[in-house]
């Protein structure tokens, strides 16, 4: 006999409390309203919850909870409407309705929920100009690809638009590459280069990842393909999203990325802090967990800083608290947005010694302030390498490329 939860409309639910029995289930917890049900999820116990794929009956909070108790989820939905709101909520394959006992047949299991959850086709790309998309190199399957975290500090460093010109120029280079969104507070990836990200493929990762059926194939499915060469795991357009990005799920990617692509650069947020585990011994989703799980496990980190006084104080006080989660060895910084306006004089010779006098930090890669190239960049949804060839801050960015290359090699 299974345990079933239903979070349907009423005459739904009526209908299957009645036949329950009939078919070998028992209903162990009922309500139309899906952020009800999600509290009695952890005391009823059920083995599945069966959900419609419309509001109220399906939530964020619901989706929570059967992850965070292990309980598969099976949505119901038919239209595109209901599709396009089970995507939004990270449940990338409903099946077609009506609500049935006849869903949960052995016949029919294989095909359902978060277990073994397929995803919508990636969702094309707007093309801003007459191109034609180069085809991502593949990666051997011997290979064990690198990963490479970029961070930086609160204020507006330039993580996201480094991290993309990086992808660019390791994708121009003929690696094979993925650009992954792991920020919980304002993922920004996808806007970026254009991309509609109405099924985020980071989140669709970790809920694969989550349940052990991510692999390559999947991750084929869930990513979008970026006409500058690379893969594109778009991050979450609601920050509201973070508990789905567990450290265990974080980490569970990350170890499939590899098999995946030859480096994968994941964009995180700016926050290390673990607030959460003052206020709480209870093992809950930490929200900056994403971020600190990255940092961790990563090869290599590209720390960046704004190269402005603000900026730089901002760096110097966060990158003590990276090196709490992440080997100083493996840590490349970059000064962002070089420019004498904020600094004086000689302003890479300022920043140098600022960063080594207050915070024993060398860096050797220091990035001219390029606000036309890199406008260039965010107006056609591309990295450096194709929109401003000639860019200053371009020929840095590619000499850190060819560095991080070097340093996976050796």
Not at 35 to 62: C, Y
Not at 382 to 399: D, H, Q, T
């Amino acid at each position: 006999m299974t345990l079933v939860a239903l979070a349907l409309p009423v005459a739904d639910v009526d209908r299957l409390g009645a036949e329950a029995a009939r078919y070998g289930h028992r209903v162990v917890a009922e309500a139309a309203d899906a952020d009800a049900l999600a509290p009695r999820i952890a005391v009823a116990q059920p083995e599945v919850v069966i959900a419609a794929a419309s509001a109220p009956h399906l939530s964020a909070r619901l989706v929570a909870a059967c992850d965070a108790h292990g309980v598969r989820l099976v949505v119901v939905g038919d239209s595109p409407r209901e599709r396009r709101f089970a995507a939004g909520l990270g449940v990338v394959d409903p099946v077609p309705g009506p609500a049935a006992w006849t869903l949960l047949a052995p016949g029919y299991a294989d095909g359902l929920g978060p277990a073994s959850a397929t995803v919508l086709p990636p969702i094309p790309v707007p093309v801003v100009e007459d191109t034609t998309p180069r085809e991502p190199a593949p990666v051997a399957p011997a290979t064990r690809g690198s990963v490479v975290a970029v961070w930086g500090p609160a204020g507006a460093p330039g993580r996201t638009s480094l991290a993309i010109a990086l992808a660019a120029e390791l994708a121009a280079a003929g690696r094979s590459v993925a650009l992954a969104d792991a920020d919980t507070h304002a993922a920004s990836v996808a806007p970026s280069l254009g991309l509609l990200d109405e099924a985020p493929g980071f989140a669709a990762a970790c809920r694969l990842a989550g349940t052990g059926a991510l692999d390559s194939a999947e991750l084929d499915r869930v990513a979008a393909v970026h006409r500058d060469g690379f893969r594109v795991l778009t991050g979450i357009g609601r920050p509201a999203r973070w508990p789905e990005l567990t450290a265990e799920r974080i980490a569970g990617v990350l170890d499939a990325v590899r098999a995946w692509a030859g480096v994968t650069v994941v964009d995180v947020a700016a926050s290390l802090e673990q607030d959460e585990e003052l206020v709480s011994d209870v093992a809950a989703p930490r929200r900056n967990a994403a971020t600190v799980e990255v940092l961790r496990r990563a090869d290599h980190v590209v720390a960046v800083g704004a190269a402005d006084p603000v900026g730089l104080a901002r760096f110097l006080r966060g990158h003590a608290a990276l090196v709490e989660h992440t080997s100083p060895d493996r840590v490349t910084v970059v000064a962002n947005k070089v420019r004498s306006g904020t600094v004086g004089l000689d302003p890479a010779g300022q920043v140098r010694a600022t960063l080594e006098r207050f915070g024993g930090v060398t860096t050797r890669h220091l990035v001219p302030w390029d606000p036309a190239g890199f406008d260039a960049a965010l107006l056609g949804g591309r990295g450096l390498a194709e929109a401003a060839p000639r860019s200053p801050a371009r020929a840095v960015i590619r000499k850190l490329a060819a560095e991080l290359g070097s340093r996976e090699r050796g």
